[in-house]
């Protein structure tokens, strides 16, 4: 059973501080993951994928990767109010679907 | 461009009773895919359609089922309602099979209630 695994928070932020959400799965064979981000009542929207090992930044956001450790993270950089959700972080282990996390829900504090 | 929609938004019946939801996907997206969100429980897979065929499917019981018309929307049953399966079920759609089913665009979602 392929699984990924979040700490489900919540975690509070500063408003401006970094924000760092952080993933684990299972298996080795993994391909590739990706950060959605889901506001309450509202359905997840992709922020972020990554399929190599290292950094991948984009504006506010970086995913990071490390294979071996088996380990995804999201850091939002000067967070913001407008941030607060619940990330999920999804993987794709080569078995045409997606396994979601149970996401984590973070709180920016102004 | 028109995004992922779903119909209806709510849906309320009881237990022993039948559900049917319905998506339409992104133009020109082919796969659909469905999805429980139950509480607490976060994003669960059901199933997959491309091209009018069922391609994959979750560990859910054979009374969730499902189908993809020419159009390429889609209608997921659940027979037999249990109270446990009221959640949040979403539709999510992707441009082409065989690729990254990574990047999905989810629709707004049918918030079913059993009682």
């Known amino acids: 059973q392929k699984e990924v695994e979040q700490n489900s928070g919540p975690l509070s932020v500063p408003e401006g501080a970094i924000a760092s959400l952080n993933c684990t799965y299972s298996?080795?064979?993994?391909?590739?993951f990706f950060w959605y981000r889901q506001y309450s009542g509202k359905s997840p929207e992709l922020i972020m994928f990554?399929?190599?090992?290292g950094d991948k930044e984009d504006g506010r956001f970086t995913a990071q990767l490390n294979k071996a450790s088996q380990y995804v993270s999201l850091l939002i950089r000067d967070s913001q109010p407008s941030d607060s959700a619940t990330y999920l972080c999804?993987?794709?282990?080569?078995?045409?679907?997606?396994?979601f996390g149970t996401g984590t829900r973070l709180t920016i504090i102004p | 461009e028109a995004g992922v929609t779903q119909s209806p938004t709510h849906l309320i019946k009881t237990r022993g009773q039948q559900a049917t939801l319905r998506c339409s996907p992104i133009?020109?997206?082919?796969?659909v895919y469905w999805y429980q969100q139950a509480l607490g429980l976060g994003l669960q897979f059901l199933l997959w359609?491309?091209?009018?065929?069922?391609?994959n499917r979750g560990n859910f019981p054979p009374r969730f089922s499902g189908r993809q018309f020419p159009n390429y929307s889609s209608e997921l049953n659940v027979n037999a309602l249990e109270l446990e399966d009221s959640a949040l079920y979403l539709c999510?759609?992707?441009?082409?099979?065989?690729?990254?089913?990574?990047?999905?665009?989810f629709g707004p979602g049918t918030r079913l209630l059993v009682l």
């Open positions: 298996d080795r064979g993994s391909q590739s």
């Open positions: 359609y491309d091209e009018g065929e069922e391609r």
């Open positions: 999510a759609s992707t441009p082409t099979s065989g690729g990254s089913p990574g990047t999905q665009y």
């Open positions: 990554i399929y190599s090992n």
């Open positions: 999804a993987g794709y282990f080569g078995n045409e679907k997606l396994t």
């Open positions: 133009s020109g997206h082919t796969s």
